[in-house]
C-alpha cells in the first residue's frame, strides 16, 4: 500500500461531514482510493460537544480501530474540557502520537476550527485519484482541508500503537 494520509475536512454545517462520508465510501467502492479507516465529528450549535463516529464499514483488517479514534477525538475535544490534571496524565498517550505524526500543532488547529456548528470528516486514505476525488468533494463545499501525511514508519507505528483492539 502506498503512504497513508491523514485527511481532515471542515464543513460549515454540522450535517456536512456525514454526507462526505457518503462520498468517500462510495470513491473507495469505486477504487479510487482506499479508505482505511474514517471517522466523523459533528457539533450541533448549541451543544456542549460533538458528537464522534468511527465509519462502520472500515472496521476491516487495516482499520486502526476505536481506541485510536477515542484517543484523538478525546486529546481535541474533551481534555480541554475535563481539565489541566486529566491533560498532564496523557502525556504517554500523546508521545504516541506524535510518534505517528500528529503533534500539538495538528490537534490545536482542529480544536480552534472544529467548533459548535460545524463539522468533520477524519479519514485515513491512500492510493487516491486525486481529480476525481476533488471533483466528488466539490459538491460538499468543505470549508477546510487540513492533512498530515503519514510515513511508512509512523504508519506502521501508528497500527501498532493502536491497531489491535
Not at 474514517?38 to 464499514?57: H, I, N, R
Not at 475535544?77 to 506524535?98: K, N
Amino acid at each position: 500500500m502506498a503512504q497513508a494520509t491523514l485527511t481532515v475536512w471542515k464543513f460549515k454545517t454540522a450535517d456536512g461531514a456525514a454526507q462526505a462520508s457518503q462520498t468517500l465510501q462510495r470513491l473507495s467502492e469505486q477504487n479510487l482510493v482506499t479508505l482505511v479507516d474514517a471517522a466523523t465529528v459533528s457539533w450541533e450549535a448549541g451543544k456542549k460537544k460533538p458528537k464522534t463516529q468511527q465509519l462502520a464499514s472500515t472496521t476491516g483488517a487495516g482499520a486502526l480501530g476505536g481506541s485510536f479514534w477515542g484517543l484523538l477525538f478525546g486529546l481535541i475535544f474533551f481534555v480541554p474540557l475535563l481539565g489541566a490534571a486529566l491533560g498532564a496524565a496523557t502525556g504517554a498517550l500523546t508521545g504516541s502520537l506524535v510518534d505517528v505524526g500528529i503533534d500539538d500543532g495538528f490537534i490545536n488547529k482542529i480544536r480552534d476550527q472544529i467548533t459548535p456548528g460545524t463539522s468533520a470528516l477524519f479519514a485515513m486514505t491512500s492510493d487516491a485519484v486525486l481529480d476525481k476525488v476533488r471533483d466528488a468533494f466539490a459538491g460538499h463545499e468543505p470549508d477546510e482541508l487540513v492533512f498530515t501525511n503519514l510515513t511508512d514508519e509512523q504508519e506502521t507505528a501508528l497500527r501498532a500503537t493502536f491497531g489491535a483492539e
